[in-house]
């Protein structure tokens, strides 16, 4: 059963930057798409990013877009979101979500959280000066 479990949210300055990690345990990432997910208070649960289980496609919402980068390391079961230009629009919790699906070499942000099967418990970011 694969376990998803994030790491490196905190409190930031607007302008500033953070990197979430996203580990898996229990099943490789490198047959799983993996996207990102945040919940701002209020309002509901926002895909902002994606990447195919190879790695090597990407997606991102518009919201996002040329500020943020996602990437995956299978040898070490790891996602990684860097964010930067970090604004107060972008507090929230943030979740890394996975589904099966091996082999594929695209992935596109459909804002779908019923798509995914497996989350990570979520960690905070919060932007503030």
């Known amino acids: 059963q694969l376990q998803l479990v994030e790491s490196g949210g905190g409190l930031v300055q607007p302008g500033g930057s953070l990197r979430l990690s996203c580990a898996a345990s229990?099943?490789?990432?490198?047959?799983?798409?993996i996207a990102w997910f945040r919940q701002a208070p209020g309002k509901g649960r926002e895909e902002i990013s994606c990447?195919?289980?190879?790695?090597?496609?990407?997606s991102y919402a518009s919201s996002v877009k040329a500020r943020f980068t996602i990437s995956k390391d299978n040898e070490k079961n790891t996602v990684a979101l860097q964010m930067n230009s970090l604004s107060i629009e972008d507090t929230a919790l943030y979740y890394c979500?996975?589904?099966?699906?091996?082999?594929?070499?695209?992935?596109?942000?459909?804002?779908?959280?019923?798509?995914?099967?497996?989350w990570g418990q979520g960690i905070q970011v919060s932007v503030s000066s």
């Open positions: 229990g099943s490789t990432l490198g047959d799983y798409v």
């Open positions: 990447v195919s289980s190879d790695g090597l496609g990407k």
């Open positions: 979500a996975a589904i099966w699906d091996p082999g594929s070499p695209f992935c596109a942000v459909r804002g779908d959280s019923g798509l995914y099967p497996y």
